[in-house]
């Protein structure tokens, strides 16, 4: 008997997978920045990510190199490996 439903998140390489493509559908700002918030709030509201899930996969795009994330923690960018994940 299960008590909870399966969380589609809580693979941190499904979410990181999620947050690039989150990433890949918003336009850069300057020098190819997209502003941390464009793809946490979709992510913890809309597609209903925990904290702890969200954070797992942008720890895990970061450490694979799909994403980048400046050390103020304001801005990401979609790196080329990211860019290839999607293709």
């Given at each position: 008997m299960k008590f909870v439903e399966?969380?589609?998140?809580?693979?941190?390489e499904v979410a990181a997978r999620e947050l690039v493509k989150l990433a890949a559908g918003i336009t850069p700002v300057q020098d190819g920045?997209?502003?941390i918030e464009k793809i946490n709030w979709p992510m913890l509201s809309e597609l209903k990510a925990t904290p702890a899930e969200y954070k797992a996969g942008l720890d895990l795009a970061i450490?694979?190199?799909?994403?980048?994330?400046?050390e103020s923690g304001t801005f990401v960018r979609l790196m080329p490996a990211g860019a290839e994940i999607l293709a």
């Open positions: 399966p969380r589609p998140y809580a693979d941190p920045r997209i502003h450490a694979r190199g799909w994403l980048w994330l400046h």
